[in-house]
């Protein structure tokens, strides 16, 4: 497969089939839909699902069709973002498939599939909605099994549901019930440190119930103390989401980066480094995320922020220089949402370049392995599934779309 670029005006029509509820469609069938129905675009927005965003892409392309100038940004999505980070993570590439991570030939919905493929093995009997099942694919892999049982009940059909789990998403499932027995009872909280040398601390919450007095009747009262708990279902999630939390700097950083701090390091880098290492606060944090980087196979690029000619004799050029290469042509603005990224038409091909190799760098790296050593204090080596996954994410088409 090869990824599809487009045109800046391209992405603007593909933003309104968007927001038209056409998010699920392949890119060219996007287009397609907005190439019939471009002349009466506007009787078009109550239909729409988003119709304030519809109404305001359709205004832009107005503009831009009179020659207007816009400053409308277009807005990307990651499809299933979570299952996306454990497939990355895991190396499970039928996972990976089920969300985009690589390549079908199509824009794959993993709650569609699953949903799907739960009416079919229980021979179209199984009463259940499209919108319930993607509730108990999210939770169930961030541990829950309250909302599964709630929506599936307890007999065949919750079962099936786990089963289908297991046999598409094998690795991503083992990791989630890993992540369970990984639980610290006595920890009053649990720790780890990403590449990018955010300190993630999550505090271990508990729920005590006390009962009071009022007006001489007894109520019972429930309030969080911090507190040591016998089991908990929260780290998977947690660790997932302070991934998650990490892509959106790195993508902010990678794309808004200083041209003239690109071109300083570049410089210094052809000249070769100076070599007086004055212990500064830079030196210090650029030997912090060197070392990270040496431990998980992710460098940051927040190094960025902190690498001069007195520092380069700390890190690798080579590698720096390849990191370097790997940021876009020129910088430009993001205004990340969660997992949806908005920026300027005309550089949506580059933000998706860049996501697509914060999933590949993932994939490559050793960071599960990093953040479970740290859960348990002591060094563990976690292997991949498919060590080739990584290899054919860079070219995914629809990881962000």
Not at 2 to 23: E, K, V, W
Not at 355 to 362: H, S
Request: some cysteine; glycine content about 6%; proline content about 4%.
């Amino acid at each position: 497969m090869t990824f599809q670029s487009f045109a800046g005006r391209q992405y603007l029509q593909i933003d309104i089939a968007n927001h038209m509820g056409h998010d699920k469609l392949d890119w060219d069938d996007r287009l397609a839909w907005f190439e019939a129905n471009e002349p009466h675009l506007e009787s078009l927005m109550t239909q729409a699902e988003e119709p304030a965003l519809y109404f305001a892409a359709v205004k832009a392309y107005r503009d831009v069709q009179n020659g207007l100038p816009i400053g409308y940004c277009v807005g990307l999505d990651a499809t299933s973002s979570g299952l996306q980070l454990l497939a990355c993570l895991t190396g499970d590439r039928s996972a990976a498939e089920l969300c985009n991570v690589v390549d079908t030939g199509h824009r794959e919905d993993a709650y569609t599939n699953i949903y799907d493929l739960m009416l079919q093995r229980s021979g179209g009997n199984a009463k259940i909605k499209r919108s319930d099942t993607k509730q108990a694919i999210m939770t169930s892999l961030y541990s829950s099994t309250a909302m599964p049982k709630k929506i599936f009940g307890e007999g065949e059909l919750l079962e099936l549901f786990y089963d289908i789990l297991k046999e598409f998403c094998p690795a991503a499932w083992e990791l989630n019930e890993t992540m369970r027995d990984l639980w610290n009872p006595t920890a009053l909280s649990h720790d780890w440190i990403l590449p990018d040398n955010f300190h993630v601390r999550t505090k271990v919450m508990d729920t005590v119930y006390e009962t009071i007095h009022f007006d001489e009747q007894p109520i019972e009262i429930s309030y969080k103390v911090n507190q040591p708990m016998p089991e908990g279902r929260a780290l998977g999630a947690n660790m997932v989401h302070s991934i998650d939390g990490m892509i959106v700097r790195e993508i902010v950083r990678r794309c808004s980066y200083d041209q003239r701090k690109v071109d300083m390091i570049a410089d210094a880098i052809h000249s070769g480094p100076r070599g007086t290492f004055n212990r500064t606060k830079d030196d210090k944090m650029v030997c912090t995320l060197w070392a990270n980087y040496r431990e998980t196979g992710y460098l940051s690029a927040r190094i960025l922020d902190h690498l001069n000619e007195d520092n380069l004799g700390h890190v690798d050029a080579a590698v720096i220089r390849k990191l370097l290469n790997s940021l876009p042509n020129k910088p430009f603005s993001v205004m990340p949402i969660h997992d949806c990224f908005r920026c300027l038409p005309h550089y949506a091909n580059d933000l998706r370049r860049q996501y697509n190799l914060q999933l590949q760098m993932i994939a490559e790296s050793e960071l599960l392995s990093s953040i479970i050593s740290q859960l348990i204090g002591r060094k563990v080596q976690i292997g991949k599934l498919d060590p080739t996954l990584a290899a054919d994410i860079a070219a995914s088409n629809y990881a962000l779309s």
